[in-house]
């Protein structure tokens, strides 16, 4: 079946410009996360959803960004006013259930650049 | 406050002989998960070994095990028999269950090199 997909793979924006990022999860998982990963380091947690609500959004940074999961499905992290330091890949993962010993499964990372 | 850390930057191992990757953590949590995650240079995450806080046994998975010590803290992953595609990020996460249910706690990686 198909994995975890996100779109686009590298995006490159000037600073200040809004971006969206895409995540598309395992069919039927009704867990998603949201972690961005600067070079070098581990993932960084973001933003977890329950379906369709942010069970813990204690991650995201500031109000710049924010993230919606209206249908309990497809995923969108939005950035605004994007500056240098948000260059980052962003990765998204899906499980079967949250808060679960269940294994999270990674899509390709979205690849971030910001100018 | 949960925390993992991953004290060895870089590992060397001859092909075909084991290596351990060192990983200790610090949580709260009364009932906590822990995993390993490979992350090739192609970028992406690939979920290896899990091992539950109140499982009796060590997790196995085919060449990969994970040598837990609770009281020590400790989860290091042991790889048998390496290979040359073993070569790549290594990261150590946890998730604990009930105060920090969901997220991936994860350390800082180590990269594992297969000299063949």
């Known amino acids: 079946g198909a994995g975890v997909s996100q779109t686009p793979s590298n995006k490159v924006t000037e600073k200040g410009k809004y971006v969206e990022l895409r995540c598309d999860p395992i069919s039927g998982h009704t867990a998603l996360y949201w972690y961005r990963q600067s070079l070098g380091q581990g993932p960084e947690f973001l933003i977890y959803f329950q379906g369709t609500g942010a069970a813990d959004d204690s991650g995201l940074p500031n109000d710049r960004f924010f993230a919606v999961r209206p249908e309990g499905s497809v995923s969108t992290l939005k950035i605004q006013r994007t500056e240098r330091g948000d260059s980052a890949v962003y990765l998204c993962?899906?499980?079967?259930?949250?808060?679960?010993?269940?294994?999270?499964?990674f899509g390709p990372g979205t690849r971030l650049t910001v100018l | 406050a949960q925390k993992i850390t991953q004290t060895q930057p870089g590992m060397f191992v001859q092909e075909k002989e084991a290596v351990t990757l060192d990983c200790t953590y610090d949580t709260s949590d009364p009932s906590y998960g822990l995993f390993w995650y490979k992350q090739p240079s192609s970028g992406e995450m690939i979920f290896l070994i899990y091992?539950?806080?109140?499982?009796?046994q060590n997790a196995t998975e085919g060449r990969y095990s994970l040598n837990f010590q609770k009281a020590r803290k400790s989860a290091n992953l042991v790889i048998s028999a390496s290979q040359l595609g073993d070569s790549a990020m290594y990261f150590c996460?946890?998730?604990?269950?009930?105060?920090?249910?969901?997220?991936?706690?994860f350390g800082q990686g180590t990269e594992l090199s297969v000299k063949p």
């Open positions: 993962a899906s499980s079967v259930q949250g808060r679960a010993h269940n294994e999270q499964f």
């Open positions: 091992q539950g806080s109140y499982d009796q």
């Open positions: 996460a946890m998730m604990g269950i009930y105060n920090q249910g969901g997220k991936l706690i």
